[in-house]
């Protein structure tokens, strides 16, 4: 029995004065002298924050700026599934599901929504509204946790595919980013025909198109391939750690916000297009938002599971797996990997590739407005 529930987003002062009380104890480590990025999140930086996480962080007021839009509960066949759904203000709004990625959880995704729920209000046609669906992945938010393995993004993608039926919505537009893009991706090879198109931030990091027949690689994609892996090798600690041994992580950030706030916040500054002022990107009140979601919900250890699940079920695709259905690629400047066109067009029927003036790895939360600009005007011809 598949079932829709309307979902209130709890506040807790008790546990708010917890995280409060362990962020006074915190013992800070020691630092070199005039540290650089390579050693991680800048102490300064991090006491400052942690400071107002304490005494100024208002997340009474952050649970009601959520609690504005409609949130519920999906109870399916695979748990309880958190969502938020925001209604388009067009004549036919066109249903679009948007998967967020770690570490980033629905947040990340708010500043959107108006840009495509209600376009006129920007200048743009009301005819090119979307009825958007964001879901929070299985382990993250206000999601049921995951208890047995399996939970990867084909799994994701089936239910996605209940959630989305169970709305009304026989075909749907999908997009995504980081871990959204794999559950984007999932969804044009298992179930093709529910989707209008897919709109793409990223190229999922496991995607490996078939090579063995066709075209040898171009000079691009060689040098991607070599790019790639060097970025792996310098910064990709991190996912090796929560892809192998989650658990052993887990027990420190689920027990210290500090170490929490330092972990997920390294990558929102080195992944964005902030040269390394967070602040230029982000309001310390949306960083401290998504992080106390966290914490608050303690799901940093069932959040790493997905890592785990993409070792055991990466995206490699076989001889006979290409996604046919349209998709189109926004090129943000600073995302962490961007392979060539080819390579990607290896495996995805890609009808729209752009090339963005700025932004990064969060792109629906760093530039609202282009990335929603390109999705509209991608799914513009294949509306009704």
């Given at each position: 029995m598949k079932t829709i529930d309307h979902f209130l987003i709890p506040y807790s002062a008790s546990s708010f004065e917890d995280l409060r009380r362990r962020l006074e104890r915190t013992?800070?480590?020691?630092?070199?002298?005039?540290?650089?990025?390579?050693?991680?999140?800048?102490?300064?930086?991090?006491?400052?924050?942690?400071q107002y996480w304490s005494s100024g962080f208002d997340w009474k007021a952050q649970v009601d700026r959520m609690s504005a839009f409609n949130h519920y509960l999906f109870r399916g066949s695979h748990g309880n599934i958190h969502f938020l759904h925001a209604k388009g203000n067009g004549p036919h709004p066109m249903p679009l599901v948007?998967?967020?990625?770690?570490?980033?959880?629905?947040?990340?995704?708010?500043?959107?929504?108006?840009?495509?729920?209600?376009p006129d209000a920007s200048g743009f046609d009301p005819a090119e509204s979307f009825d958007v669906v964001i879901p929070s992945l299985p382990g993250f938010g206000f999601s049921d946790r995951p208890r047995t393995e399996g939970m990867n993004t084909f799994r994701?993608?089936?239910?996605?595919?209940?959630?989305?039926?169970?709305?009304?919505?026989?075909?749907?537009?999908?997009?995504?980013?980081?871990?959204?893009?794999?559950v984007s991706t999932a969804l044009g090879l298992r179930h093709?025909?529910?989707?209008?198109?897919?709109?793409?931030?990223?190229?999922?990091?496991?995607?490996?198109?078939?090579?063995?027949?066709g075209p040898p690689l171009t000079k691009a994609e060689a040098l991607f391939s070599s790019e790639a892996a060097q970025w792996y090798d310098e910064n990709g600690a991190y996912a090796h750690l929560q892809g192998?041994?989650?658990?052993?992580?887990?027990?420190?950030?689920?027990?210290?916000?500090?170490?929490?706030?330092?972990?997920i916040l390294e990558k929102f500054r080195d992944w964005s297009d902030c040269d390394g002022d967070l602040y230029s990107r982000f309001s310390?009140?949306?960083?401290?938002?998504?992080?106390?979601?966290?914490?608050?919900?303690?799901?940093?250890?069932?959040?790493?599971?997905?890592?785990?699940e993409g070792r055991n079920s990466p995206l490699h695709f076989s001889s006979n797996e290409f996604i046919r259905t349209p998709c189109a690629v926004a090129c943000f400047p600073k995302e962490i990997t961007q392979p060539p066109r080819e390579w990607v067009e290896r495996g995805f029927n890609v009808r729209r590739w752009t090339i963005m003036p700025r932004g990064g790895h969060f792109a629906a939360a760093e530039e609202p407005e282009l990335l929603a600009g390109d999705i509209r005007a991608f799914f513009r011809d294949l509306r009704p």
């Open positions: 013992r800070w480590p020691d630092e070199v002298l005039h540290p650089n990025s390579r050693y991680g999140l800048d102490r300064q930086f991090l006491a400052d924050l942690c948007l998967t967020h990625g770690w570490p980033g959880s629905f947040t990340e995704m708010l500043a959107i929504i108006p840009f495509l729920t209600n994701v993608a089936d239910i996605w595919v209940e959630l989305m039926g169970a709305l009304g919505y026989s075909r749907f537009a999908a997009q995504g980013g980081d871990i959204g893009a794999g093709s025909q529910h989707l209008i198109g897919i709109h793409l931030n990223y190229i999922p990091g496991s995607y490996r198109p078939f090579t063995v027949t192998t041994r989650p658990q052993t992580l887990a027990y420190a950030l689920n027990d210290s916000p500090t170490g929490l706030a330092a972990w310390r009140d949306e960083l401290l938002t998504n992080v106390t979601l966290y914490w608050m919900t303690e799901t940093i250890s069932s959040s790493f599971r997905m890592y785990v």
